[in-house]
C-alpha cells in the first residue's frame, strides 16, 4: 500500500486486483472440481463491501480518499445451497463456473488498465513542467 494521496486509487484498485486474482483461483478451483462427489463451489464478496465504502456524498476523489483499505479485505466463503446440478451433491455447474470465469478476467485486465491509466497520469504529472 502506498501512502499518499497521490495513490488513493491505486490502492483501492490495488485491492480490487487482489480480490479479483483470489476468485479466478477460486473458480478455476471450482471447476477442477467439478466431479468431485459433495464438493460445495467457492466465490468470494468483494463487491459490496467496495460499493458500501463508496456510498454517501460528495465527490469520488472524496469518497475514495476516505476508504478504509485495512477493513476492505475481501471474504471467501462456500456456497452450501442446496441447489445442486446433481446427485452426488456437487453443486458446480461447468457453464455458470466458465462464464463466472470469464467475467472475472475481462473485470481483472479493466483493473489492470485503470491502474496503468492512474501511474500514466501520475508520470505526466511528475514529468511535465
Known sequence: MIQSN???YINVLNKAA????TR???LSNNLSNVSTPNYKRRDIEFQTYLARQLQGEG????????IDLNSLEPTVYTDYS???????????????????????????NAIMDSMTS????????????
Open 118 to 129: 492512474e501511474f500514466n497520469r501520475i508520470k505526466l504529472a511528475i514529468t511535465s513542467k
Open 18 to 21: 487482489d480480490a479479483s486474482w
Open 82 to 108: 442446496t441447489l445442486s446440478y446433481r446427485l452426488d451433491g456437487n453443486n458446480v455447474d461447468v457453464d455458470t463456473e466458465s462464464a463466472n470465469l470469464a467475467q472475472n478476467q475481462i473485470r481483472f
Open 59 to 66: 465527490s469520488l476523489d472524496k469518497k475514495v480518499s476516505k
Open 24 to 26: 479466478n483461483q477460486l
Open 6 to 8: 497521490a495513490f488513493n
